[in-house]
């Protein structure tokens, strides 16, 4: 059982590059969320999907698209990379519409943009 | 606005040095309110959920406590393997699964 599982690990791209950071997950959950983690700030949300084909809006989401086509992947793109994007990307998975159970965290994903 | 506030930033303890980590909220209606452990370089990892006041949990050497206002994270003569960032989230009553606020965290080092 592999949980949650994001590539790549590091990226570094240039300033106007576009790019698709994979998240995928074994465990059938319908809700997942993508976040980033950023210095002095707590975890916050870019985009979430609460089952395949649905997708919605977070707290920051300018510059960043997904989509769901099913239920175990749920890509994040960067549209025109800016150096505001470095940050770390974390990928989150929960069973439960109230996250009672928690959220499952992928590993990262450490974006560089120069 | 949901708001989360974790203190100490930072601590530093000796190996059997309990003590606990504090952290604030303010919530229109509280769901849940989770823990959870952050290693570097590692996505965090699920600890408590907390839905009410008085509710206890524990799980090996922390203990997790709730009151109306703000919970506590109470470690007992903790080990150097619980050196980890503790995150504190707060999820309302009102919406849904994506209204979770997050805290900064608290950065515990264990020395030997």
């Known amino acids: 059982n592999a949980g949650v599982t994001q590539t790549p690990k590091f990226q570094v791209l240039k300033t106007g590059q576009s790019m698709t950071l994979q998240c995928a997950q074994d465990m059938n959950h319908e809700y997942m969320s993508w976040y980033r983690q950023d210095p002095g700030m707590g975890l916050r949300l870019i985009h979430y999907s609460v089952g395949a084909g649905i997708t919605d809006q977070g707290e920051v989401p300018n510059g960043y698209n997904v989509s769901r086509s099913t239920t175990e992947d749920f890509p994040l793109r960067l549209l025109s990379a800016a150096p505001s994007q470095t940050s770390v990307y974390f990928c989150a998975s929960s069973y439960s519409r109230t996250g009672g159970s928690g959220y499952t965290f992928g590993s990262g994903t450490r974006l560089t943009v120069v | 606005e949901d708001q989360v506030t974790q203190s100490p930033e930072a601590l530093r303890l000796q190996e059997g040095e309990s003590s606990s980590l504090n952290c604030s909220y303010t919530?229109?209606?509280?769901?849940?309110l989770f823990w959870y452990r952050q290693d570097p370089g590692k996505g965090p990892e699920f600890l408590f959920t907390?839905?009410?006041a008085g509710e206890e949990k524990e799980k090996e050497r922390l203990k997790a406590t709730l009151t109306k206002k703000e919970s506590f994270l109470h470690i007992t003569a903790p080990k150097p393997e619980d050196s980890a960032t503790y995150l504190c989230?707060?999820?309302?009553?009102?919406?849904?699964?994506?209204?979770?606020?997050f805290g900064i965290g608290t950065k515990l080092q264990v020395i030997p």
């Open positions: 907390l839905y009410s």
């Open positions: 919530v229109s209606g509280l769901r849940g």
């Open positions: 989230a707060v999820q309302p009553n009102s919406g849904g699964y994506q209204k979770v606020t």
